[in-house]
T-cell receptor
Framework: QKEVEQDPGPLSVPEGAIVSLNCTYS??????FMWYRQYSRKGPELLMY????GNKEDGRFTAQVDKSSKYISLFIRDSQPSDSATYLC????????????FGKGITLSVRP | DTAVSQTPKYLVTQMGNDKSIKCEQN?????MYWYKQDSKKFLKIMFS???????INETVPNRFSPKSPDKAHLNLHINSLELGDSAVYFC????????????FGPGTRLLVL
């Protein structure tokens, strides 16, 4: 079993839809949970990060972490064509020498 | 005012050649990384450096040799290139204390023929 599993894609939704992106993980030592967005032919950019369990909201984006289920989600409300990108979840343990472990990414397309 | 820059953006070369990719960051970070993203978009760390010191070496063939002349630069030299080295290589940087918040460069697309 891979350390981080991400729902396979691609995913296509109409503009205005609510999008739910999910990852599961096996390493209970993970403490930091990130979502990166990668536009085509660009480098990943950090969208949101959460420490430990809980929710975090930033505009149309909400990140949720459920450590008891080893499950994280990113919700996008009122999706826009500009949200079309690949979304990668990433996780790390805390402390020095920690590294980011990424999911495989899911490509989202928002149709106008 | 580019935060993390890489050169070259594209690299097409023959099997067996040696090539280098350069990375520079102007964010004042002390930690830099090299990642490899394969054709299926899977992003995997290769190396990390903190203040010019190698911290992470993720079972990468020793044909790959990173070098950090100072904390703003991290270069990657690849010897005897193989077909399987074709990928996009990303450089990233962060503060040591905020390794969850990494800033990525635009990537170098390497194609080995």
């Amino acid at each position: 079993q891979k350390e981080v599993e991400q729902d396979p894609g691609p995913l296509s939704v109409p503009e205005g839809a609510i999008v739910s992106l999910n990852c599961t993980y096996s390493n209970s030592a993970f403490q930091y949970f990130m979502w990166y967005r990668q536009y085509s032919r660009k480098g990943p950019e950090l969208l949101m990060y959460t420490y430990s369990s809980g929710n975090k909201e930033d505009g149309r984006f909400t990140a949720q972490v459920d450590k008891s289920s080893k499950y994280i989600s990113l919700f996008i409300r009122d999706s826009q064509p500009s949200d079309s990108a690949t979304y990668l979840c990433a996780m790390s343990v805390s402390g020095a020498n920690s590294k980011l472990t990424f999911g495989k990414g899911i490509t989202l397309s928002v149709r106008p | 005012d580019t935060a993390v820059s890489q050169t070259p953006k594209y690299l097409v070369t023959q099997m067996g050649n040696d090539k280098s990719i350069k990375c520079e960051q102007n964010l004042g970070h002390d930690t830099m990384y090299w990642y490899k993203q394969d054709s299926k978009k899977f992003l995997k760390i290769m190396f990390s450096y903190n203040n010019k010191e190698l911290i992470i070496n993720e079972t990468v063939p020793n044909r790959f040799s990173p070098k950090s002349p100072d904390k703003a630069h991290l270069n990657l030299h690849i010897n005897s290139l193989e077909l399987g080295d074709s990928a996009v290589y990303f450089c990233a940087s962060s503060h040591w204390s905020e390794q969850e918040t990494q800033y990525f460069g635009p990537g170098t697309r390497l194609l080995v023929l």
